[in-house]
């Protein structure tokens, strides 16, 4: 399209020119001719009057009458013709000139158009090199930002070009990125592991020399350690990879946290922690109910470590923007240089319970912002540890 475009461009500049070169030479002959007029028939009026003096206000008048256009329509008679006379026996002397005329007009447009293709052909050449100077710099990683010079054929491929290493660059980035995550992610779970294992060795070790129930139920815990290690990393890797896949369903939110307080029953009886969720009538979110309960266990749970013995508070309000779900303990609250990093993977915080592997916060805080929510984590004014979450409605 953009082919037949440039030659449409092309051959309407040509068109162009060429008649404008045409007529500069039609108004070059006629103003040459006008003046062969004046002068051949300033020597035959002088040849004549001079001969016949009486004649000179005859051809005066005749005069008038010519340049006034001839108002009354009255042939004349053709004298020239009557005496023998052609038009070529008076433009025998012009003949060259007409055509030196025409050659010039000719090679003023051909001229013209040399130079203005030359003048495309330089810019075209200019615009290409800056697109190979910005390429290159874009392969060393010193691209800067591409600046457009014109409205043109090459504006969108300038743009085009720019959107292209653009998105090279921060695929890069991300991938530098990942790169990284991965690194340290895997660091942080050779150490996880690494305890739980060291700790097993040194149980069995004792069992072998004293058996023992207190060295079984450590072998057992470490296990249990390790096997939510496992459960934790693979949801991580499943949500690392775009394999996990969230169910969109209308979620009522005083069900949503008395259900998650039924699966952590158990260790609420054990720990003598109480939790209290008011009844505020139905409220529903849009999310996937069963990843999200899990995010809300994660959160409790945390309360409960933090303030065992204690009561974990709800309290859930909802307006046209979103739905908000407060989740808090009477608890000392997090420790002021924890707060930045709580959401962290594998970070574990200066107040963190033994046995934790810091991954907890860390799935609540992508399963919630997979849904359309945020999460943050503050201290009360009062005291205690407190969890805000907001599900949007749009």
């Known amino acids: ?36 007029q004046f002068e051949l028939l300033n020597v035959i009026c002088s040849e004549v009057v001079e001969q016949e003096p009486e004649t000179k206000n005859i ?5 008038k009458e010519y340049t006034g256009g001839n108002p009354n329509g ?12 052609r038009v070529s026996d008076f433009s025998g002397s012009t003949s060259l000139q007409n055509i030196l005329f025409a050659a010039i007009g000719f090679l003023i447009g051909i001229l013209l158009f040399i130079v203005t293709f030359l003048y495309r052909n330089k810019r075209e050449s200019i615009r290409i090199r800056d697109l190979a100077e910005y390429l290159e710099q874009a392969n060393t990683g010193r691209a800067a930002i591409l600046s457009t010079s014109g409205e043109d054929d090459f504006s969108k491929l300038e743009d085009e070009t720019y959107k292209t290493v ?29 305890t739980p294992i060291t700790a097993i060795s040194l149980s069995v070790q004792m069992m072998k020399q004293n058996m023992n129930h207190k060295h079984l139920e450590q072998v057992e815990k470490q296990l249990l350690r390790l096997t939510h ?13 775009g394999a996990l896949h969230l169910q969109k369903d209308e979620v009522d939110v005083f069900t949503l946290l008395v259900l998650a307080a039924d699966h952590l029953q158990e260790l609420f009886v054990s720990s003598h922690t109480s939790v209290d969720i008011p ?19 994660n959160l409790m749970k945390n309360c409960m470590e933090h303030n065992p013995g204690g009561t974990i508070h709800c309290s859930y309000v909802q307006n046209p923007l979103y739905t908000e779900i407060q ?5 000392e609250g997090f420790a002021k240089e ?26 609540s805080k992508e399963m919630i912002e997979r849904q359309n929510g945020t999460i943050r984590a503050k201290n009360k004014p009062g005291g205690g540890a407190l969890f805000e979450i907001r599900f949007y409605s749009h």
């Open 1 to 36: 399209m953009n082919g037949r475009k440039n030659v449409r461009v092309t051959f309407g500049f040509v068109v162009s020119v060429s008649l404008i070169a045409a007529v500069f030479s039609v108004l070059l002959a006629s103003y040459h001719y006008s003046q062969l």
């Open 59 to 63: 051809i005066s008048a005749a005069l």
């Open 74 to 85: 009255v042939t004349k008679e053709d004298v020239l013709s009557a005496l023998g006379y």
């Open 166 to 194: 653009t998105f090279l660059y921060q695929t890069k980035d991300k991938a530098i990125q990942a790169k990284n995550d991965f690194a340290e992610n895997l660091s942080n779970i050779a150490h996880q592991i690494k």
């Open 229 to 241: 290690l496992e459960e934790a990393l693979l949801v991580l890797s499943r949500i690392d990879a």
């Open 279 to 297: 009844e505020h009538g139905e409220m529903l979110v849009t999310a996937d109910l069963d990843w999200t309960m899990e995010a809300v266990i």
């Open 327 to 331: 989740i808090w303990d009477d608890g």
């Open 338 to 363: 924890d707060i930045p990093h709580l959401f962290e993977r594998f970070y574990r915080g200066k107040n963190a319970c033994e046995g934790g592997i810091g991954i907890g916060l860390a799935l």
